[in-house]
Structure formats: C-alpha cells, structure tokens
C-alpha cells in the first residue's frame, strides 16, 4: 500500500510539474489557430455567364480596421469544405495570418465544387463580345466585384497570389485587371504551356513529368462534387528508365491501355505535337495588356516544370505595359520551393542561405504590404539569387545591362574555348540509339525529380553518345546572366534527331569535403563534391523544328543545318579553379519522350520505326558550334588567358 500511495504522489508531482503556469493553456495550433482569429464563410459566386464558382471567404474576427483581400484561384481544390471545417493555415506564408487579411479560395471554374467546363490553361478571349466570351481574366474581374459588394469591412483593395496552375490564373487575372486589384503575384506561372514550360521543350515532348501529372489530373465526371480518393498510378517499379522504355507503342494509345481513356488532359497534349493554334490560344504572355496592377514574377533557377513562365510573364509586361511596376525574383529553388523550407540546399548543392525565409518574408511579404497596407519602401526591379557565389542581388533590370555577349566555341580535342575554329571540314560524331537512350540521372529513380537540374554529370560524361567540350580551369571567377544561345551545325543520318545541349558547373578534384554541423567530415557514404558536374542549365531541341514549332521539316540526312535556340536565363558564377563544360547527346530519357529519328508524328510512332543514327557536330571554320552567354564584369579574361 505504501508503495502505492509513493507512486500515486510520484505521478502527481510529475502531472503538476508540466501543467501551464499561472493557468495558461498552450497557443493554439493549426485549424484551431486559425478558427481562433478568422471565420469562415462559403459562397457560389456568380460570373456574368450564370455560372457559379466555389468560393471560401476567411475573415478576422478583429473589425477594429479594415482588410485587403488576398485571393487565390486554383484547379487543385480549396479543400478543407464546410464552414466548421477549417484549413491548418492561410496565406502563402505565416506573416500574412499573423498580419490579418481577408483570405479568400476559389475553385476554378469546372473544378470541384464550382460549375461549368474547366479548361486546361484557358485561353485568354482578347476580344469578348457578350457575356459567354468567358476566360480567366473574367472570372478573376467577376470575382473581385462581387468581394467588394458583399464582404464586410474590406479596404477596397486586392491582391493574388498562386503557384503553377494558380500562378497562370493570376497571370490571366492581370489582363485588363480589375481596379481593385492592386498586387499580383504570378509564381511559376504556365504563361506559355508548349514552349519551355510544363509540356514541350523547344518541341521535345517532357514525358515523364506528364506521364505523372495527367494519370491522376482529369476531368470530373458529373456535377460539382468535393475531391474524391484516387488511387495513385503505380508503374510497378522504381525503375522509370526501364517502364517507360518497355511501354507498348505508340504512345497515342497509351490513354486508353492504362487509363481507360480517361485521361483526356493528356490526349489533348500529345494529339498537339506541333505548335498549332490549340497551343498558340494559350501562350498567355502575348496578351498580357492593361496590366494595371503591381506584379511581382517568382521562379527558381532550377524549376524542372515551368523554368520559362516567369520570363515569359515579366518581359511581356515589361514591353506592353510600360510604367506598371514590374518585379522579378529567382532563387535556387526546384518548382515552389520558395513557399516551403529554408531554400538553404537542393540535392547535393548546399546554397549556404536561407532562401525561403528571406524571400517569404523579406520580398513576397513586404510587397503585398506595401500595395495593399501601404507599408514598406520600394523594392528592387530584380531580387536575383546568384549561383555559384550564392549570394543575393538587387539590380535594377533584367538581364544586367552591363552584361556582355560572349561566344564560347566547340573545339578540337573537346575544348571549349572564345577562339572561333580555324580547321576546315572538321566535325566530331556519335551514334544515336533509341533504344538505349541517354538517362537524365545516373541513378535509379521513376522518371522525374524535383532536383534533377542540380544533379552530377559524370555519368552522362562517359557515355560514347555524348560529346563533351570544356574550358581549362578558371583563372578567376565567371558571371553568367541572361539566356544562354545554342548555335549549332550539325548533320544526321536519320530523317529527324533531338539534339540536347546542357551547361555545366565543374568543381575542381579538391573540392573541399562537405562539412557536418559540428565541423566534422559528412558519413563517406555522400556525396564528394570534388569534381562533381553540376548540371547549371539543360534543354532539348527537337530537329525537325528548326525552322519553327508550327510546322516541322525533315532532315536531308547527311546535309548539314543550322539550329539555334535560347535556353532558359540563369545567373551563376563559375568559381575560380571551376571549368565551363557542355554536354551535347541526342536524348534524355525518360525526362524527354524517345525521338525516333525518323520523321514521323512521334506519339503514333511504332517500334520499327525507332533506329538508330549517326550525329554530327560541326566545328569547322565555315561551320562551327557554339554557345553564347552574357559575361557580367571583367572576368572574361578567366577564359581569354587561355
């Protein structure tokens, strides 16, 4: 019994010691934080169309002032449903709950619980006529009417912000946008949905990403109805390499084996190859006018979905709408990175900044502040994270103006150097085979990482199927900024052939071992950075479009042609000691669909028309190859030297 009564006293002492002093109860956390400070209200907005859009409206309870609304439109559900049932947390980050808005959610129009079609990536209507001339930008103009008229308590001033589909929607919203609107964020935004975004790179098809995405993104079947379980598409092995290669030809079919014909979203994009009207309607940067909101463009330098859709956005507004505040920021992100985490680190790339929290806090924060609360002071034009130095600058445009054109030329013995080749009919070559394509990683994985884009090339490097040029070791640092232009000759024995150009980051073999927190060497099984291949920027370009995506030509084989395209911009230093290296191949499995090299509509293709062939690169005095970069500062000597 006293033993007992020891215990009892024992866990007693033990309850009181942890029981809140002074009657305080722990802080609230996650729904209960927000339901403790915000109502929630759910409402089927009008369109002047007559259709209705989901909408949840989330208030403070503080109506000691008045709020700006803060709205996000999205295809991906504004799930949690039901006026009790409330999300963990609102705004794109912790200060705007903190700060107090009036946060509103929307399905987009066909999605979930609102009516109507949905549409993938509308098109933008540049001419309506009646209320049925219906597109996003009107949805997004109904919607910021209606908040006005019948939300309480509101300071008459919006702002969006979205990532991905979200972040098109509120690029669509800034076209002709609605007085009110007052700040826009369009983040990662599928501004242009076939060039160099989600779906075509420089017309090569990115398989595995869509693959992904549209097994489980389709359309309802019936009337509005909340998010339902899905099971998720499982390929049956972690091995994305071997699925995809193994798949049954042709890849039109491929919706009605696996999906049951459901997956209309991916029918639509692979029935579309060429860059077509279907495609041109939804290039939404060539309508961006009357933009009379302040923008702010966000993107990572290592997005793997939607690298362009910032550029794309920004220059558009840049040039249509002269006066508009027009704001630029990217960081050493993957897709959205910069709304989760510290931004500190991507796949083995330790940044040594934490990225995330500066941006969330010191320019997304203070820029929806400043247009919709009036606090802050200005920002700069470009908040650009430079690589490489891994430092953040404030510039005042975009590319730096002071950036110079700087040729770098393939040339003998895999050197890569600004002297044009003075060798004639010189060329070097490799054999292209479909059927043992060049991986995108060198290790296994299901076909598609979100830190692809920083990844070690050595794999690829000792490959036969892949050329490699490089410059000798820096004498000081380089500064790139801006596109990079791929000039290319080059020659096939097929009738049509993908050429993929990557820019890389060469660490020297000394490269210091990575260090744990305590100052102590990393476990030996990670990753050693000496002499490791960052991949900086890498694109494809498929052959038969080098004289335009509308309509594809075949090669002559044997002929030489020109290709010439802009790979997405980056900002990057190569450290003094570093090389510039580039990888040239002809494919980039399963990241990018298999060409044939055959000139044929490549989703219909059969296995027998897949073969091999023999590539080209020219690097002669009448026909050379290239890439040109802009050169911030006098560091064009680091190559000049040599």
């Not at 409402?43 to 609304?69: A, C, E």
């Not at 420089?202 to 009337?223: E, T, V």
Request: glycine letters at 8%; a neutral charge; charged letters at 20%.
């Amino acid at each position: 019994m006293a033993n007992s009564i020891k215990r009892a006293t024992a866990i007693a002492l033990l309850v009181f010691l942890f029981l809140p002093v002074s009657g305080q109860t722990p802080a609230p956390s996650g729904a209960d934080r927000v339901r403790e400070r915000y109502t929630k209200y759910e409402f089927h907005v009008p369109m002047r169309d007559g259709v209705k859009l989901f909408t949840s409206i989330y208030t403070p309870k503080d109506t000691s002032q008045k709020y700006p609304f803060l709205l996000t439109r999205t295809p991906y559900s504004v799930a949690p449903y039901g006026i009790d049932i409330y999300r963990a947390s609102l705004g794109p980050s912790e200060h705007f709950e903190k700060e107090g808005f009036i946060f509103v959610y929307q399905d987009a129009r066909g999605r979930y619980m609102s009516e109507g079609e949905f549409q993938q990536v509308r098109p933008h209507v540049p001419v309506k006529r009646g209320n049925k001339d219906i597109d996003e930008s009107t949805d997004a103009y109904d919607t910021i009417e209606w908040l006005l008229k019948n939300v309480p308590n509101n300071n008459g001033r919006v702002g969006m912000v979205g990532i991905s589909q979200p972040g098109f929607h509120v690029a669509a919203s800034m076209i002709d946008s609605h007085p009110a609107l007052k700040a826009a964020s369009p983040q990662a935004p599928t501004t242009d949905y076939y060039i160099n975004d989600d779906v075509y790179h420089n017309g090569a098809f990115m398989l595995s990403a869509n693959f992904g995405f549209y097994s489980g993104f389709r359309p309802r079947k019936g009337a509005p109805e909340p998010p339902q379980p899905r099971v998720q598409f499982d390929m049956g092995t972690p091995d994305g390499y071997d699925y995809y290669l193994k798949l049954p030809l042709p890849m039109s079919e491929w919706n009605q084996k696996m999906f049951g014909g459901e997956a209309t979203y991916w029918q639509e994009i692979i029935d579309h190859p060429n860059y077509d009207e279907f495609w041109q309607k939804r290039s939404l940067w060539k309508f961006m006018k009357n933009v009379k909101c302040a923008v702010l463009n966000v993107g990572g330098w290592f997005d793997a979905e939607d690298p362009m859709g910032p550029f794309h956005t920004y220059n558009a507004v840049e040039k249509e709408n002269p006066g508009t505040e027009n704001l630029l920021v990217m960081g050493p992100w993957s897709h959205g990175g910069w709304a989760r985490g510290d931004g500190d680190k991507l796949g083995n790339v330790n940044f040594g900044v934490k990225t995330g929290a500066i941006f969330r806090e010191q320019i997304q924060f203070a820029f929806f502040m400043r247009h919709l609360k009036d606090k802050g002071t200005e920002q700069p034009e470009a908040f650009m994270f430079l690589t490489g130095l891994n430092e953040w600058r404030k510039l005042p445009a975009w590319p730096p103006k002071e950036a110079q054109a700087t040729t770098l030329y393939f040339q003998a013995g895999g050197k890569l150097g600004t002297q044009s080749p003075t060798e004639s009919a010189a060329f070097d070559e490799y054999v292209s085979d479909p059927h043992r394509p060049v991986p995108h990683l060198g290790y296994i994985n299901r076909g598609f990482t979100g830190d692809y884009m920083t990844e070690d090339q050595r794999f690829a490097a000792q490959r036969p199927d892949v050329l490699v040029y490089e410059t000798a070791p820096l004498t000081e640092d380089l500064t790139i900024a801006g596109p990079v232009k791929v000039s290319l000759n080059v020659s096939t024995t097929g009738t049509d052939s993908d050429f993929v150009v990557k820019v890389i980051d060469v660490y020297p073999g000394d490269y210091p071992q990575p260090q744990s927190a305590a100052g102590q060497p990393v476990p030996s099984n990670s990753v050693r950075m000496g002499g490791y291949q960052q991949l900086v920027r890498g694109e494809p370009f498929r052959g038969k479009f080098r004289n335009g995506f509308e309509k594809p030509e075949a090669f002559t084989p044997g002929k030489p042609a020109a290709i010439n395209f802009a790979m997405p911009d980056v900002y990057h230093t190569f450290r003094k000691g570093h090389r510039v290296m580039i990888h040239v191949q002809s494919s980039w499995f399963p990241l990018v669909d298999r060409n044939p090299q055959k000139f044929v509509d490549i989703p219909r293709a059969k296995a027998e028309d897949f073969q091999k062939a023999t590539q080209r690169i020219y690097r002669s005095r009448e026909l050379n190859s290239s890439v040109t970069v802009l050169v911030v500062g006098k560091a064009l000597s680091a190559i000049e030297k040599q």
